[in-house]
């Protein structure tokens, strides 16, 4: 068996291994061991574990339950080539085989001015989601650079109600991380500043 | 033993099960499973607790790894009672025992227009981690609603560059929840529109 084909059973059987809640992560374990991930293996994930994740992001908590989120994903290789012209921090798209752009969507909002949280929501979901089920994934930022936004607008002839959100490139993670301390005392404040 | 005494003592017991990572959940299921938690138990929780939500809310991702946050918590009954005057979505802070107010801090921004993403990321790991440790929590907007905003800066003295931005009013839960479906198909869209 070639390299690539025993890459390709190793995922299929981490992919069921997902499925049967065999490969877990407990949840304060996942927040903390969590990185962003920018180097990827090349074979894709499918689009069932694609699902989960999406699942994962939709069950975020929004303003008054509004939901005001689209999702766009990009295993398309000409697309994901395209992408890195748009968002230069999205560079990994050129190696990354899914990327999911989050939108916000005007005509859901019950509460607008809060959409870009309950999108952050979301994308944090959606983070801690493919770590726990070990995939990396980053948060490439979009809105509300200008440029950004109107470039993905453009490129997918996005009507003025759909803004550009965040891109998540994700796949297998071709990377090692090391853990980190982030716990600042100095940030904490009782009962007043 | 009185009924509070018995409850005290259970209190004491749940911590060292999360400390001891007796109890632990997974995190998909804690993605799926957590919803906003309104009513609580007397009875407060320990400082050690709010330590590790806090912990958890420090490791969210941030632009540039800017980490641009602040947290107020606030477990004196005197400011819970205040609260709802300032913040009408957080009425339950008249019965709850801990809150904790998250704030934006511009004198730590490198990317000044996406300090809300970061904070509204922390706020949801902080929700994950209650969630997981077997509390309860809810995400009570305040920014940008003006009055909010001007509301907690008086009351805490702020400085222009602190924004209070959520509070996330917690404790032992006291309330019920059903399970949901969150996925909505036509939200997922591959490779256009």
Redesign the interface.
Known sequence: MSRGSIQIYTNIAHDYLVKL?VL?????E???T?R?IRKFKKEPISRDMV??L???A????S?GNE?P????????RK?LDIVPNICSTAAMCRQATTAVLVCGDAGLEK?P??W??DC??A???L???A???GLGAV?A?IY??KDRVEGFRKL???SDD?TPF?LVPLGYSDQETNP?K???EE???????
């Open positions: 809640k877990v992560m407990e949840t304060l996942a927040i903390k969590r962003s699902k989960e999406l699942e994962a939709m069950f975020a908590p303003a939901q989120w689209q999702f766009i994903v990009l295993d398309d697309i509460y001015e809060f870009v949280q952050s929501a994308v944090e979901n983070l801690l989601a770590h726990a089920m948060w930022g509300p650079l997918f002839s996005l759909i965040a980190q982030r716990y600042k940030r904490v404040h009782y009962n007043g500043w």
